[in-house]
């Protein structure tokens, strides 16, 4: 079984509105609809999990209701960070599917991740076992002389970065393992799956994302997840 782990537990407080990032309203749909359409309207994906901001766990129901998202199968709590959140969504998992299930964990506020980013995802991470989207680094990236400096003296190769997005997708097993030994090794707030399988000594495989899978925490995001959702791709581009 393939199942889209998505996240939506955050308060969204880089974006200072009262309403969550997740639940904002773009062309009067919420961005969390546009992020499971995504997943209901793909052949392979055949249920959703979504670990949910507290509070907001009947809203998200409602609206899974009226935009008849089907595969929605489960909505747990979120935790006090990203980490605790998947943890959550695991435990919830770990009840009713098998191991060697795939999970993919994706940010609910990805609302443009397109049906070619989640096929891939699905196929790297059965042939690889991981499956990271990332994009490539194309700017210049210099090194903070001090953690949130001003000034740098030193430059990293771009060629050597990767830049992350989700999905991430892993065998639940393979996920379960990691959070139990994190457990263990007192590591409680990694910033993705990726970066805990990195911190646990752990090899992750690639796959392509986009510049157009864009992650929604500023208004200004806000105005380019708007422009996407107007832009036609032009025939004479490739």
């Not at 006090?80 to 609910?108: T, Y």
Request: hydrophobic share 40%; net charge neutral.
């Amino acid at each position: 079984m393939n199942i889209a782990m998505i996240i939506a537990g955050g308060k969204g407080n880089r974006m200072n509105q009262d309403i969550p990032k997740q639940f904002l309203n773009i062309h009067d749909k919420p961005v969390i609809v546009y992020t499971m359409q995504a997943f209901q309207k793909h052949p392979e994906i055949d249920a959703i999990l979504i670990v949910c901001l507290n509070g907001w766990q009947e809203i998200l129901k409602a609206y899974a209701r009226q935009f008849n998202i089907t595969k929605l199968r489960w909505v747990v709590a979120g935790g006090k960070n990203g980490q605790e959140s998947i943890h959550n969504g695991l435990a919830e998992l770990k009840k009713e599917c098998k191991g060697d299930d795939l999970v993919m964990v994706h940010d609910g506020i990805r609302p443009n991740v397109s049906q070619e980013i989640i096929s891939n995802s699905i196929a790297e991470c059965r042939i690889h076992g991981s499956a990271i989207t990332v994009i490539p680094c194309a700017e210049a990236m210099l090194l903070r002389e001090e953690e949130n400096g001003t000034s740098a003296r030193a430059l990293i190769s771009r060629d050597a970065l990767a830049r992350t997005q989700t999905p991430q997708t892993f065998l639940l097993s393979r996920l379960l393992w990691a959070h139990e030994e994190a457990a263990k090794q007192g590591i409680t707030d990694s910033i993705a799956s990726c970066t805990l399988m990195v911190e646990l000594g752990e090899a992750v495989h690639f796959c392509p994302g986009s510049e157009k899978n864009i992650k929604i925490t500023t208004t200004e995001d806000i105005e380019i997840f708007k422009a996407l959702l107007m832009a036609r791709k032009d025939d004479w581009l490739k």
